[in-house]
């Protein structure tokens, strides 16, 4: 990465106070940074770092005036936090798609598609009538199964398993381990106590933007999609079962697991350890806090659930308090019934 002051206080709608033709060529932390980083103030406890810092330039907030002279270039920005936020992103797509080229041995179906600036790591394997887009890193040990779709500019992190007919938007990342389009839990009880297995027909839908942790394991459907919509985050070891539609922009955190039919709104937060049964549907912005255990379907937008069976945030804190005091109740239930017993023997 080499871009100048000038240019990066452009990216990020900043003025420059200072040089702006210094060249910037690696990202660092305001305490320690040196000459051709830049780094950036957002929390007051770090301000007396703006003075000593050998960093070539540093964001700060656009009403930040310095108590005494500094070394360094600032560049003023609404907020630095995103701004630098937003380095970070476009620095981190600089190193991932660096890698071009194909490493042996590897494996690609005849008829399969690719396109310009590919990475196809050692022992990776492409199936039948896969259509890859542009700008695709593919690391080792990665395994694509037949008619798979994938658009431009995904990576895929070395052991991802994308089984076969998913369909990938574009921009996405998947880390290693995860596996997309694995059979789901479909098994029909017969009257001899054994399970018949239900095949499994159905894709999966990646659409655009969505990440992927490491070791989480998304179902293919039994019929139709199991679809996760633009913008989702999923946290490693999460499990999605089959048919399951997550809305864009939903987050859901480590060790989450989301039952069959399941349908999830926009904007939904899911903390770690969560749980939810499946065919039941919750609304947009709902939050369900960690170890939450949810059995029916959240209809109001902006919900807060907590606990085990789910309640309402405000109440769960009023149960809480009741719990907390239930040692203290509990004596003075006793102290109670001592008096009752006593005025009955009078």
Do not use: W
Request: hydrophobic share 35%; net charge neutral; with cysteine.
């Amino acid at each position: 990465m080499k871009f100048t002051i000038d240019q990066i206080a452009a990216m990020l709608q900043g003025k420059v106070i200072g040089s702006g033709t210094d060249t910037i060529s690696t990202i660092g932390k305001i305490e320690d940074a040196g000459k051709g980083a830049i780094a950036f103030l957002a929390n007051p406890k770090y301000e007396k770092y703006i003075y000593t810092t050998q960093a070539s330039a540093v964001l700060v907030r656009d009403d930040f005036e310095p108590e005494k002279p500094v070394g360094t270039t600032l560049i003023k920005v609404k907020d630095p936090y995103s701004g630098f936020t937003r380095l970070l992103e476009e620095y981190d797509k600089l190193m991932s798609y660096v890698k071009e080229g194909i490493e042996e041995p590897s494996f690609i179906a005849p008829d399969a598609e690719t396109g310009e600036r590919i990475y196809r790591g050692a022992f990776s394997y492409i199936g039948s009538k896969c259509k890859i887009g542009h700008n695709v890193k593919i690391y080792p040990h990665v395994y694509i199964g037949d008619n798979v779709s994938i658009g431009d500019n995904c990576i895929l992190y070395s052991g991802v398993k994308i089984y076969h007919n998913t369909v990938m938007g574009n921009n996405c990342i998947v880390h290693s381990g995860t596996v997309v389009g694995s059979d789901g839990f479909g098994f029909a009880p017969q009257d001899d106590g054994t399970y018949k297995k239900i095949p499994q027909l159905g894709n999966v839908i990646i659409r655009d933007d969505v990440e992927i942790g490491a070791n989480t394991v998304i179902d293919r459907a039994t019929m139709g999609h199991t679809i996760i919509d633009k913008g989702v985050k999923l946290d490693n070891l999460v499990q999605i079962a089959h048919n399951v539609e997550i809305g864009a922009n939903t987050v859901v955190a480590s060790q989450t697991g989301i039952s069959g039919s399941t349908k999830l709104g926009k904007n939904c937060v899911l903390a770690g350890q969560v749980g939810l049964v499946g065919h039941i549907e919750i609304a947009d912005r709902v939050t369900l806090a960690a170890k939450t255990g949810l059995s029916k379907s959240v209809k109001e937008p902006g919900t807060i659930k907590f606990g085990y069976p789910a309640m309402d945030h405000k109440e769960y804190l009023k149960s809480h308090a009741v719990f907390r005091n239930l040692p203290e109740l509990n004596r003075r239930v006793h102290e109670l019934e001592k008096k009752v017993l006593n005025l009955r023997a009078n």
